[in-house]
């Protein structure tokens, strides 16, 4: 008898041992994320600065696992969390830049913006983050190939409606009703400070051999869910750094890299 796969274990130079659900591990074993090994976090940083050699495969991986521990912390103070919500969130990192295109975020302003709307498909014409999108269209490819997969962890079209507005940050779409904070998550457009920018920020300076200004680990630890004018948000203590973190973090890296 085949002994059931309990998921797996990925050794990183940046968040040390992460263990991922099975059903993430059989998402990284899809070529729509595979291609992900090819394509360069840093873009053309990497002609210049040979320690910028990370790719969207690592960091997507990454991104999940971040995801998991944040809400994995939310849910000891905020009763309601299930396992459900928890995976939807990890799927969310896991995918969120399936999208890209060669040189990462270069295709997308060099190439894609500069189209003609009239180009490009009615869905993508005005995004500022067309590569959102069209992660959003591999995550439903990548549904309709491992309808079965999904279906063992009770994942269905309206959980993957749900991820989908996770990496776009999209509040009060989908099933998560009265947990609107965990758009906040992957991709939050509230006030930027969200697992996917804690991991390339910690993961770009490894690779630049640059420091970066903030405790990740004290962040997810001091994380909490807060009421603020009548809706739910994620909040941190404001002793921790990283609350004007964003813009210096990527100024720094920015200077890092020129």
Same mark, same amino acid.
């Given at each position: 008898?085949?002994?059931?796969?309990?998921?797996?274990?990925?050794?990183? /130079?940046?968040?040390?041992?992460?263990?991922?659900?099975?059903?993430?591990?059989?998402?990284?074993?899809? /070529?729509?994320?595979?291609?992900?090994?090819?394509?360069?976090?840093?873009?053309?940083?990497?002609?210049?600065?040979?320690?910028?050699?990370?790719? +969207? =495969?690592?960091?997507?991986?990454?991104?999940?696992?971040?995801?998991?521990?944040?809400?994995?912390?939310?849910?000891?103070?905020? +009763? %309601?969390?299930? %396992?459900?919500?928890?995976?939807?969130?990890?799927?969310?990192? *896991?995918?969120?830049?399936?999208?890209?295109?060669?040189?990462?975020?270069? =295709?997308?302003?060099?190439?894609? @913006?500069?189209?003609?709307?009239?180009?490009? /498909?009615?869905?993508? +014409?005005?995004?500022?983050?067309?590569?959102?999108?069209?992660?959003?269209?591999?995550?439903?490819?990548?549904?309709?190939?491992?309808?079965?997969? =999904?279906?063992?962890?009770?994942?269905?079209?309206?959980?993957?409606?749900?991820? @989908?507005?996770?990496?776009? %940050?999209? +509040?009060?779409?989908?099933?998560?009703?009265?947990?609107?904070? *965990?758009?906040?998550?992957?991709?939050?457009?509230?006030?930027?400070?969200?697992?996917?920018?804690?991991?390339?920020?910690?993961?770009?300076?490894?690779?630049?051999?640059?420091?970066?200004? =903030?405790?990740?680990?004290?962040?997810?630890?001091?994380?909490?869910?807060?009421?603020?004018?009548?809706?739910?948000?994620?909040?941190?203590?404001?002793?921790? %750094?990283? *609350?004007?973190?964003? /813009?210096?973090?990527?100024?720094?890296?920015?200077?890092?890299?020129?």
């Amino acid at each position: 008898m085949a002994r059931e796969f309990k998921g797996k274990t990925f050794n990183d /130079p940046i968040h040390h041992k992460m263990k991922l659900h099975p059903l993430l591990v059989r998402i990284i074993n899809t /070529p729509e994320f595979d291609r992900l090994r090819n394509i360069k976090q840093l873009g053309g940083a990497y002609y210049v600065y040979p320690g910028a050699s990370n790719n +969207r =495969f690592e960091h997507s991986i990454g991104v999940a696992y971040l995801a998991g521990k944040l809400v994995n912390e939310l849910k000891k103070t905020f +009763r %309601g969390l299930t %396992g459900t919500d928890i995976l939807c969130v990890e799927i969310a990192g *896991l995918c969120h830049d399936l999208g890209h295109g060669p040189f990462s975020h270069a =295709f997308e302003d060099f190439f894609l @913006k500069k189209l003609e709307q009239d180009q490009l /498909p009615e869905e993508y +014409r005005g995004c500022d983050h067309i590569h959102e999108y069209i992660s959003c269209k591999v995550v439903d490819q990548i549904f309709s190939k491992n309808r079965s997969h =999904f279906g063992k962890y009770k994942l269905n079209e309206n959980h993957i409606e749900t991820i @989908k507005a996770l990496i776009k %940050g999209e +509040r009060n779409s989908g099933y998560l009703v009265g947990k609107e904070f *965990l758009y906040e998550v992957v991709a939050n457009k509230f006030n930027d400070i969200d697992v996917d920018k804690w991991d390339y920020f910690t993961r770009d300076c490894h690779g630049l051999g640059i420091q970066h200004g =903030f405790d990740l680990w004290r962040l997810l630890e001091t994380a909490q869910v807060i009421e603020w004018k009548g809706e739910l948000h994620i909040a941190y203590r404001d002793k921790v %750094g990283m *609350l004007k973190p964003c /813009p210096m973090q990527k100024l720094h890296i920015f200077k890092g890299t020129s």
